[in-house]
Structure formats: C-alpha cells, structure tokens
C-alpha cells in the first residue's frame, strides 16, 4: 500500500471516521486519536514497541474499536529537514504497518515534538520526569496528528507521501 498525503489519506475516510497518530519510538509507541470531524487530536495510549506484527495487531484492535480509517505517523526528518536513516527506517515501518493493518497511511514531519511536549509538560504542568515519560510519547502522537489535521485544513497539501 503506497503512503499518502494528509489531504488525501482524508478523502479515503468514510463520514465520521477518525484517523489514528503514531509517535513509534525505540521503547514506546504513541498512540493518539482524533475526533470524528478530524478536527481535534487527543492522546490515546502507549504501546510497548514489540515485533511489528504484535504491535499490528494492537493497533488493528484500537483502529476497530475506534472507527479508524488511517493512519498519520510521524517521520524522523533530519535537524535540516534531510531523509536520513531514522527516516527510512520509520518509512519502511509504516509501510509495513499499513499492509499489516490493511489501513491506509500517511506521515507527518515529527521534528521536535517530543522536545515541545517534554517543554510543556514541565513548564505549564509541573510533571515530574517519571511522570512526564508515561505521557510523552501519547501526547507526541497527538502533537503530530494534530500538526497534520491542521495543515489538511487550510492548505492542499499536507505532509511527506512517496509513494
């Protein structure tokens, strides 16, 4: 299954389908869903990063449970905004990820939100760091579904896709 834009992955949703962000990190998978009228992007849960057809078959349920029609997961773009390794390998994960789950996918430029959540996590809710690193990577995931609802709102364009 080829990866899409954000505009377009919205047009291959039913009415009042939600769309599911991933923030896949080394130990953690975030997991953040957005409402029906893919306005609003909420932190779901994290998942404990296994092999990818455990972790499949996780997010196949959330995705069932939910009404979920696509996803949206972030992509490690380099500080300069180059495709590296970390790139590739995300790349090639959501590939797989979306074969295996049988829906359709997008990805979305992550720079630095775990650094912005972590920032706002510490300076307006006072999170300790044991705390902060149960919700970081929920609330990343919802930080870059966010991120991509917004963009496909008020532009055409929306997001990396290669196909």
Excluded at 103 to 122: C, G, H, K, T, Y
């Amino acid at each position: 299954m080829p990866l899409f834009n954000i505009s377009h992955l919205r047009t291959l949703l039913r009415r009042d389908q939600r769309l599911l962000g991933l923030d896949p990190g080394r130990k953690t998978i975030g997991v953040a869903l957005s409402d029906v009228g893919l306005m609003l992007a909420s932190p779901h849960t994290g998942l404990k990063r296994a092999k990818l057809s455990v972790n499949a078959a996780q997010i196949s349920t959330i995705a069932r449970a939910q009404d979920v029609g696509g996803l949206v997961v972030g992509l490690p773009l380099s500080l300069d905004g180059s495709f590296g390794p970390a790139a590739q390998a995300a790349r090639d994960w959501t590939l797989n990820l979306s074969e295996l789950t049988g829906l359709p996918a997008a990805m979305w430029d992550e720079r630095l939100s775990s650094s912005a959540v972590n920032r706002f996590l510490i300076a307006e809710a006072d999170m300790t760091r044991q705390r902060r690193g149960a919700v970081v990577d929920q609330m990343a995931a919802a930080y870059i579904l966010q991120a991509a609802l917004d963009a496909s709102i008020t532009s055409n364009q929306g997001g990396i896709a290669n196909s």
